[in-house]
Structure formats: C-alpha cells, structure tokens
C-alpha cells in the first residue's frame, strides 16, 4: 500500500494539516527517509528500513507525473495483507508506554455515542439538553458479529495474582451485616492467613522461598487452602515444573497513606521475612537486633530513605500507569509528605511525564510552564510552593486567559480552507452559513444540523474551516468531535 502522495504534489490530500503559521504538512509525515536498518525509538513509532533501490512506480496526480518510492509505502506485513486481502497498516508497538495505553482502552468501556430519538413536528426541534447527553453504547455491525460468533475478545499470558499489602492487624476482613456475627469474622480474621502472613509462614517452613521478594512468591508457589488454613504451596509437586506463568502484584500505595506505603517500600526490599517483628528489624543495615518503631524508621535503618532514589524509583514505576494529572498529583503528595525529596531533580527527571497531556497540544517548553502552574495550584492548596524548593514562582496568569484570536487572520484563515474544499464540503458550509445569516436576521430560531458521511471524507476538515469563519464572524460556538454548537 502506497501513502499519497501527498504535499506539493497533492495538497487537499486527507492526511494534510497546517501548523500555526499555516504551513501544510503531512499529519501521517510521509514521505518517509530511505534507510538502511530499522531503528526502535524511544517511546516512538519505530522508523523501519526502506531501502534506496531505485524501485519506484510512476503515479498521474492531477496530471503530473509523480514518482513514488520506498519512502511512500504504508509500513504492512505480508502475511495479513495475504490473508485478509486487504491493506492493512501493521505499526509494531513495542514501547513500556504501549501498556498505559491499552489499559486505558480496557477501562474505556464500550463505544459510546451520545443520541436523541424525539418525534415532534417536523419543523420544531426539541432541545433537551440532558437527553442530549443520554450516553449509549454503540455496537457497530462488525463488533457485533464478533460478538455473536463468541469469538474471544481477550487472551492473557500470565495469571496475576494481588498481592495483600496491609499493617498488622488491619487486614480486609468481608461480612454481610444482616447475618454475620462481627465479633466471630474478626476472631476469625485474626487466625486466617492473608497471602502477606502466609508469606512469613512460608519462608519459616520453606528456608528456599527465602531467596525471593513477595512479589516474586507467585511466580514459584500457589495460594491455596492447606490442611490448616491458606497457604503458599510450591508449584508442580516435587518436579517444580510450571505450565501457567504468574505473576504477583502489590497494589499501588499513595504516599499520604504513611506506614502503609513505607511497609510497601520494605517488601520491595526484603527477602525471607517470617514475622512482623522480622519485617521491622534490620539487623543487616545498622547492627541494631530490636525491632524498630515503625516501618517508616526501619526504611530510614535501611538506607532507603537516603536521597531521591527512592521517589525516583517510585515515579519510574508511576509514570507508567498513571495519567499525568496522577503523577502532578502524586508529586504534590510527596513534596508535603515526603523526607529527604530532591523537587528538582525529580522535576527534572520526569518533567516530560508530568507535562505529557500539555504536551500534546504546545510545545515542550510550554507545555512544562502549563504543568508548574498546575502543581504550584495543588502546592497551594496545601499550603506550600515551588518558591520553598529552589524554583521561580511559575506565572500563574498565562493560562489563565488563552490568547483571543484575531477575527480577521481567522476569517482568512477560513476562507483559505473553503477554497481548497470539496463541492460536497463546500455545500455543507454555505448552507450552514446560510443558516446563520437567517438566524442572526430572524427568519431562524432555532435549528439543528446533520451531517453524516463515511470516515474520512473530510468532516473534520468542514468543520475546522467553519470553526474559522465563525470565529472571523465573532459568532460563539463549542466543538468537539461529533458536534459543533452555535449561538448567535
Ligand atoms: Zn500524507
């Protein structure tokens, strides 16, 4: 499959965008460089080898003459392309970040689209604002034959198991209220192992699982009900051969949580732990054979206090699962409730994580500047500021008001796109203007338009370059991906 081509040759091609100084630019950047290896970027799409063999094909783009190499191919896989007879475009996605993503899609929920059914007569429109914001689910024909076939969905190479993270006699414990005795569960509770003391009571009887962390356990033992309770149970019997890999997993703990989350910090970093007196103590670090007050101390005792490196570790862990409004929270936690915390260096670190969804619409520096401000809000909220931290007051005021654009470069700006439009682009714009003028002279009070056309035919682009005229008219409207909202 051949992109394009694009630019010069062909500027009202789809995939044509413009920047702020309205120069056009391919939004998929092709054609791409010849190269002779494939390179794996960092946290990018990867820049396969496209080799400079004088292979081309000849293309007629409103008359010319085109020619079209290795540097227009859509990057594809044969081997789909063969069995779906299809184009298929094939990006390998091998970046950590790639998870974040997918989680996000698998927490999503279903498609939704937002719609109305109302039967009124025909020349009246019945504006409900809260029915218009009735949330459906939307299946579309494909989706639902995969889904009838009973085709899966998902396929998963590990089982996970959670991992209990709890302080010492604050285990989850489950009841019914209408038919439990309270005081017998928690008697009960008291005896139950949790997969956290089961752990201690596997490393007293087993001496080998006390070369793992807890979170490794899973990987070598199953939970499972013993002869006297839960237990860790080596997997496989005596042969130790494993057909399911696993994995355990701590939940996460926020900082504010305290004790709780300086436990944490300790079962990250200690093997072999038979009891909670065991937990505290750390002989190994400091000589010191008594237990120490609280897990807090004992992280001190350890060494794991000392510096950044453990905020740091804990952002590295963090960026990866967190939305960067998380992670600007989850620093402002830290910078009050922390010790030992280098802000800047932490800052410096993961400023593009915490600046990420900024980033998407300005620059970096920018962008950066947008996510000081917004930490310097929760740092005041609590009190506190960057200014404490060897930072420059961020300027509170420039986000405040977004720069008001000029009704004139936008209206020209407008009509630059109109004059590139389709026909049935250029018909949908002058009626909806049309419309707006017998608004604003009255002969209109209200209206509602639809548009509908397949992916990719250039609604978008309609609606930008209305978005512009109106703009240059200094008519008020909203916008987002399915509707644009006008008042006059
Ligand atoms: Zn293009």
New binding site residues.
Partial sequence: ML?????DH?PR????SEDKDGRKF??????KAFRETTILGNNSYAEYRRRDNGVHIVKKIYGNDVIVDNRWVVPYNPVLSLKYHAHVNVEICASIKSIKYLYKYVYKGHDCARMTISVKDSNQIEHDEIKTYLNMRYVTPHEAFWRIFEFTLDEKSHAVTRLDVHLPNEQLVYYKPENDNIRQRLSDAELRNTTLTAWFELNARVPEARTLYYYEIPEKYTYKKGAHGMIWDRKGGITGMVNKPCLGRMYAIHPKQGELFYLRMLLLHKKGVQSWEDLLTTEDFDGDSEPKETFQDACRAMGLLDGNVQWEAYFDEAKDYATPFQLRELFVAIITHGENVDVRAIWDRFKEDFAEDFSRNDAVERAERRALVEIEKMLDNAGDSLTNYGFDKPNMAEFENEKPWDPVEEMARGNAMRRDMYPAQERVVSFVLKKIEELKNGTLTNGCIFIDGPGGCGKTYTYRTLCYLMRGMEIKWTYDAQNVRIAV
């Fill in positions: 992109h394009g081509p694009c630019g062909n091609c789809a995939c044509m391919c939004s998929k950047k092709f054609p």
